[in-house]
């Protein structure tokens, strides 16, 4: 049955755009029904209105008093959705959302968690980390959501090589190229039944 999946975003959203072009190029029977995000003006909600994909504009100045996100899940819950795909959202998911969907929250994080994962880790903070560190390896991370920034069960991880003092710019788009591939991976094992849960870790049936 066709998978329906909200994605959330802050910013550019080149992760939900790939995973909408990529549904289709690839015929995935799967759906983005819904963007979130907190921020009207970015990238991501042009690319959504362009592509007749409905938006939902959800911030503390349109629901100052939601702080367990109750509305939020109502809106969502409207949608009947197998999936939730977090492309870089910069607000935290509530324990009540998280509850609620339990193992059916993915992100995406641009280093070799647990490496540079946690609070004030994001974006290219991460990759001037790993180049300040003179790191010889970095990669990507698709992960389930849990309660904590980061920590939740790992899906899929991959690495790259870095050349000798390749600069955080480099790194970044070295890095943005890998997160499409895994990400939308991801999101095609899921919408194809292809996980399976054993002790609370995500395993990829054959
Ligand atoms: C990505 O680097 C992702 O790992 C992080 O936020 C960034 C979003 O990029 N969570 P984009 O908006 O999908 O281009």
Not at 39 to 55: G, Q
Not at 103 to 123: A, E, Q, R, T, V
Request: charged share 25%; glycine share 4%.
């Amino acid at each position: 049955m066709k998978k329906a999946i909200v994605v959330f975003a802050s910013g550019t959203g080149s992760n939900f755009k790939n995973i909408v072009e990529k549904i289709k190029i690839h015929n995935l029977d799967a759906e983005v029904v819904l963007l979130v995000s907190n921020n009207s003006n970015c990238n991501a909600v042009t690319f959504a209105k362009k592509n007749n994909i409905k938006t939902l504009i959800y911030n503390s100045i349109k629901y100052p008093n939601d702080f367990n996100q109750d509305i939020l899940l109502k809106k969502i819950k409207q949608y009947e959705i197998d999936l939730i795909v977090l492309a870089g959202y910069m607000k935290k998911i509530s324990k009540n959302l998280i509850k609620n969907y339990k193992n059916k929250i993915l992100n995406i994080h641009p280093s070799l968690l647990p490496k540079y994962g946690g609070k004030g880790f994001y974006g290219m903070k991460v990759h001037e980390a790993v180049y300040a560190n003179k790191d010889k390896k970095t990669g990507a991370t698709v992960h389930f959501v849990d309660e904590n920034y980061d920590t939740g069960p790992i899906l899929i991880q991959k690495e790259i090589n870095l050349k000798l003092d390749e600069k955080p710019s480099k790194i970044s788009g070295k890095v943005l190229e890998l997160e499409h591939e895994i990400y939308f991976n991801s999101v095609r094992l899921f919408c194809e039944d292809k996980i399976l849960w054993k002790n609370n870790k995500p395993l990829i049936k054959e």
